[in-house]
């Protein structure tokens, strides 16, 4: 008896917790989906408005002018570095290293050789000269 009262309850439980992780996933917010659509040019970037100023001031339209020419060249300067470009630096950046690698083992080959070529011939000779 006391298996089959226990038995739904695991189920039960599991069920509700996912449940209750399914209803607390929270939106992503709007400003993620905007910076996805952002433009990818710098001609889009230019053609960027400046952003509503918050009063009919002078200084007000000022900062609203200063944000908008700020986010252009924040897109301008997002759009120039190409993620592309990046990993293509990084790629020549490993051949370099792979290429100063091979050339560092084809040096040591040859100074391994010119060690074997040294013990060979001085194997010929004595190693301390005798004189009676």
Do not use: F, H
Not at 13 to 41: F, G, H, M, R, Y
């Amino acid at each position: 008896m006391a298996l089959r009262t226990k038995t739904p309850k695991g189920p039960l439980i599991l069920t509700l917790l996912l449940v209750l992780s399914a209803c607390s996933k929270q939106e992503p917010p709007k400003d993620a989906e905007n910076a996805q659509q952002a433009p990818v040019s710098a001609a889009d970037c230019d053609k960027l408005p400046d952003p509503k100023p918050n009063d009919d001031s002078a200084a007000g339209r000022a900062t609203a002018v200063s944000e908008g020419m700020a986010a252009r060249a924040a897109c301008k300067k997002a759009a120039a570095v190409d993620p592309q470009a990046k990993a293509n630096a990084d790629l020549a950046r490993i051949r370099e290293i792979k290429e100063k690698e091979q050339a560092d083992q084809a040096a040591r080959r040859i100074s391994e050789r010119e060690w074997g070529q040294r013990i060979n011939e001085s194997s010929g000779k004595p190693i301390k000269d005798y004189k009676y």
